[in-house]
């Protein structure tokens, strides 16, 4: 689950030289304030001689873990992350992540709403459009049933009232370090360009 | 990060100045390997995005991308058809993904738009006029730099897989007859471009719904291929959307059946389309059941000769050249 849900977010990171993920997620089955973790290994890096690495959270409703989450961050060593992330289910907590961010001050924090209805659309939420962006977003669904109507005139009334919230199944809070540029291109051979 | 990543390198991709705003809007609507990662790129509040980018999700399944950037370069070229064109601004390559910036197209699909409408016939002169730009599409005679090997286009592969279609149950007979269809092909001397993919989905229709804005996913488009099969992908997804107004769950093979083999206003729709794309090109109108075998046999094995593996929709492809050469008296496209 873990990497299915990281496989779909790692479009975020384009453009970071990432060389592992490591990503905290709470046991489901037990009742403990421990966190189990993965790593995966980014395959399309073995030519960087220094890949960086992203850390990622995966926090449930009830926030388990949510002090080992603030030691984690505390205690990774940050010069080896490009990237941070944090996968949560309401809004709610977004406070608990703000805070964590800003302590760390990597970047500006980046919100995204996991929009469940078209395939797998991240919308960002703390941008100038992102009305425009949902109610584009919103148009792509082929449902023309009566109710896929009624749904998306719902949707619509929601967007425009700035309830959106309530829409999305969950929601990612990105951070991160300086991408690679092409102004860079000869430290980064990574990056080619078929532009003739 | 993705966005950073864009504004960082803005104008050595897009080579306009810096948007005042944007937002990149990560979509995927197939989540297999081969598929591709899809981002929207929003600037300046305009309410469709101006460019896409795609990245592919491996760097194996990056020639597409390719390929796509390579025939967008080509058809810009052409006037009359450059305005329906994307415009193709960058291709380039990151840790091995291939990725690709291109214009965005305004509006909505043509097949969303049929599903959406009450009825049909307020639709007919946009079916007619993806009819129009096909047929110019087609005839477009010129040759650029090619990313898929030559097996693609000139039919080997029905010796190289013959036993793949006999084991799926095609007579050895058939397949014989299906080799002479493409060497007669071949001889013939036409020359075709083909989009590879042209069916609803990839035709954008502007916002009142009036008239085409545009055509998208050249991945697997091709030059001086000697069959027309585009026409084919065509109707078969035609007569799929239509099916699917009466039917919101039926599949494709269903609809085959419904369009191709059953008499109905669909399927006199779908012969009228046929006849004007078949007149333009200088074919003969009997030639519609060779043609859809022959598609049906190249769409079966596309991914196999490109990619080395099957994908979804060769399966489906499969079934209904089985069920067109079962039932080839019973075609009622005329």
Known sequence: MMIEIFERLKILFWGVEWGHATIYYPDNNKDTEKLQFKQIVNPNISSLQNPKDILGFEIDGRCTGKRKVVELVKTFPLDRVCALYFLIEKKTQLPFVMDIVEEFSLGKPKLYGIDPDYFFSLIPLNGNSHRLVEKYILGLKNDYSFRGTIIRYGKQVLIYAGLSAILYEGFVVTVFRKPMSLSSNTQNPGLKSYLL | ?334
């Open chain 2, 1 to 334: 990060m993705l966005k950073s990543f864009l504004l960082e390198n803005w104008k050595v991709f897009t080579e306009s100045p810096f948007p005042s705003s944007m937002e990149a809007v990560p979509i995927t609507s197939c989540t297999k390997d081969y598929g591709n990662d899809v981002v929207l790129i929003f600037i300046n509040n305009y309410p469709y995005p101006q460019y896409i980018m795609k990245i592919s999700r491996s760097p194996f399944y990056g020639l597409k991308l390719k390929n796509e950037y390579l025939a967008l370069k080509s058809l810009q070229k052409v006037k009359g058809l450059n305005y329906y064109v994307p415009f193709p601004y960058y291709c380039g390559s990151l840790g091995g993904n291939i990725f690709f910036i291109q214009g965005g197209i305004p509006g909505t699909s043509l097949w969303r738009l049929i599903r959406k409408k009450k009825s049909i016939d307020a639709c007919k002169l946009l079916i007619d006029e993806s009819i129009d730009l096909l047929i110019a599409i087609n005839s477009l005679g010129f040759s650029r730099d090619r990313v898929f090997s030559e097996e693609k286009k000139n039919g080997h592969f029905l010796t190289q897989y013959e036993e793949e279609f006999i084991g799926s149950g095609l007579s050895i007979k058939k397949i014989e007859e299906l080799k002479d269809y493409w060497e007669k092909f071949e001889k013939y001397g036409h020359r075709f471009f083909l989009h590879g993919d042209y069916w609803q989905a990839n035709i954008m229709v502007d916002e009142r719904g009036r008239k085409i804005s545009g055509i998208i996913d050249w991945e697997f488009s091709e030059e001086s291929a000697s069959a027309p099969t585009d026409i084919i992908w065509f109707m078969i997804n035609l007569g799929y959307c239509l099916y699917l107004r009466a039917n919101p769950e039926g599949d494709l093979l269903d609809s085959f059946r419904w369009s191709f083999f059953t008499p109905g206003r669909h399927s006199e729709m779908l012969s009228s389309i046929f006849s004007k794309y078949i007149t333009a090109i200088g074919w003969k109108q009997d030639l519609l059941r060779i043609l859809l075998e022959t598609a049906l046999v190249e769409m079966s094995v596309r991914n196999l000769v490109t990619y080395g593996r099957h994908f979804d929709m060769d399966k489906i492809c499969l079934q209904m050249l089985h069920y067109a050469i079962a039932n080839e008296g019973s075609i009622c496209i005329r």
